[in-house]
């Protein structure tokens, strides 16, 4: 590993672009103190905009009073020869791997002594170590790239339409082109105003990894056969109907979903640091193309000052998350209770402990229920696209929330009426 070290290092005196490359990584890529202390003198100089060379670090570290170091850099890296570009990523990969290795065993080694001496597990301390190592994963030896390079590849390579899903709602997918990877989207609203029905629509479309953090499996397997079948979850849910055909579609509706249904269900409550690293393993795991969490405000588990710090600490890794694994998540938010007690339009700062949400996200959907105020009845339901990075804001119009069978229906589109037993078309 010494050798390792040198060769980088020394590759690194000598070749501006190694050079960037290094520059992008932390000290604790070297095991050696000595090449962290030239490794972080390198980093001054080239910070400070001054010449990186052999003759500027030993006078600087000679200045920094480690004279017995700038020696060790004359007498041990002039010998090794200048890496290729390929054997120079390389190496650090390698360097990588082993320090992570290390790491990972130093970690085992105090879990699996404090087991043996019955000793009580930091798993602040734990954990904090273990994201690290995660974080460091996605650290690279080619971080940025040429856009030149880019022009020179067909267009059609970088940008197809897998970089991005539909949500299955065109009027929704009108206004907002749909949900891009590494994209986190906000779903709003207040209580019974249909986010999880929304979310589990979107989800039925696509191989989507769906955090449950509110219904069990139970509950949201109801909602998707009520959907589907047209029959009350809540009867569903008891066993129980009304009407003699309504058992009959709702089998039927079951049977539909062994061959259809793709969505992976976790309906554990966890915190914070579990969710964050739950979500890179699945994904890791079952590649989705969509991860859902319903919703924010059951996530805990956030050292924090107050709630909305906690909240901004959720959405920035939840954003990054997003952008690591190139896919979209979908997160489902309540609203303020101001917004439940005068059941006036939402806006932004409606969002509920609301923290870094506004900036964090790349869409904001808020779902509204005009009520009228002499009735207190429902007139009107619609969504709204009070935050868009890469398409139009504004309300949307046309889109049916059928609260008692947990669906919506587009205007646009055509639906077979199991009750009715015909297609139905639905217009302005």
């Known amino acids: 590993m010494r050798n390792t070290e040198l060769q ?65 850099l004359i007498k041990e890296m002039i010998p090794h020869p200048l890496l290729k570009d390929s054997e ?30 019955n000793r009580k597990v930091n798993m602040d301390s734990v954990l904090e170590k273990l994201n690290n190592l995660r974080d460091r994963r996605y650290e690279s030896a080619d971080n940025c790239i040429r856009l030149r390079d880019m022009a020179r590849d067909e267009l059609d390579s970088h940008y197809k339409r897998s970089r991005y899903i539909l949500t299955g709602m065109p009027s929704i997918d009108e206004k907002i082109v749909g949900l891009f990877n590494g994209q986190l989207v906000v779903l709003a609203s207040r209580p019974k105003i249909g986010k999880s029905t929304m979310a589990l629509t979107w989800a039925q479309k696509h191989d989507t990894l769906f955090f ?14 009520s959907a589907e079948a047209g029959v009350e979850s809540w009867k569903i849910e008891i066993n129980k109907y009304d009407e003699p055909d309504e ?12 061959k259809k249904l793709k969505i992976t269900l976790y309906d554990k409550r966890i915190n914070h640091p579990f969710l964050i690293n739950t979500i890179y393993s699945e994904c890791q795991k079952r590649k989705p193309e969509l991860v859902v969490i319903d919703y924010l405000q059951l996530i805990y588990g956030v050292k924090a000052e107050s709630r909305n710090q906690a909240i901004s600490e959720i959405t920035r890794s939840l954003k990054q998350s997003a952008q690591d694994n190139e896919i979209p998540i979908v997160l489902l938010s309540q609203l303020s209770r101001d917004v439940e007690k005068t059941r006036r339009e939402p806006v932004m ?80």
């Open 8 to 72: 980088i290092l020394n590759s690194a005196l000598y070749n501006k672009d190694h050079l960037s490359t290094i520059m992008g990584f932390s000290d604790s890529l070297f095991q050696s103190a000595d090449h962290r202390a030239i490794f972080n003198t390198m980093r001054n100089l080239y910070n400070t905009g001054q010449a990186v060379s052999m003759p500027t670090v030993v006078s600087q570290m000679e200045k920094q009073n480690n004279k017995d170091i700038a020696m060790v």
């Open 88 to 117: 120079f990523n390389l190496l650090i990969e390698n360097l990588q791997d082993e320090r992570d290795q290390i790491e990972l065993r130093n970690t085992a080694d105090y879990i699996i002594d404090a087991g043996r001496k």
């Open 212 to 225: 449950s953090l509110e219904m069990n499996r139970f509950e949201v397997y109801a909602k998707i056969l």
């Open 247 to 258: 058992r009959t579609r709702v089998e039927k509706a079951h049977e539909s979903m062994r």
């Open 349 to 428: 700062s409606d969002l509920r402990d609301s923290g870094a949400i506004e900036a964090d996200a790349d869409v904001i959907l808020f779902l509204h229920e005009k009520i009228d105020p002499e009735t207190k009845e429902p007139v009107d339901f619609y969504p709204i696209v009070a935050g868009n990075r890469k398409g139009k804001v504004g309300r949307i119009s046309g889109l049916y929330f059928e609260k008692e069978y947990s669906r919506f229906i587009d205007k646009t589109e055509a639906r077979y009426d199991p009750i009715k037993q015909r297609t139905e078309y639905f217009h302005d």
